[in-house]
């Protein structure tokens, strides 16, 4: 694997984590819209009954989406770090395999210009 093909790899884990961030941005503005939508039908039930409370069910309410995006900014946080290590390690892998490749291509070609050296002096002399 040649260095373009290594960057092109680099390019395309970037890519999948921006659009796997991306994902999560959604997620969570889903997650926001649902809450405010539930909030205001709870928001609207309460007000008809009991006028009083209303503070304290939207503060639990705000408090509970508050902590449930934190937990999921939290898990993703974990699942893309987790990625991008194993994205890395993997690169990692392949680089020094890469690198042997061209260690034994490198003595393969010093070995044959010895062997064409040597054939030359032969004729030489």
Partial sequence: MDETHMRELVGLE?????IQFAAVEVAIEDKIQR??????????AITQEMGKNVINVMSGALSKAVTDLKEDNLRRDIEFKLQLSLAKTELKTEIAGVRSELKADI???KGEIQRLEEKFDNHAH
């Fill in 107 to 109: 003595a393969d070609v």
């Fill in 35 to 44: 809450y405010t939508q539930e909030m205001v039908k709870h928001t609207q």
């Fill in 14 to 18: 970037r890519q999948k984590h921006a």
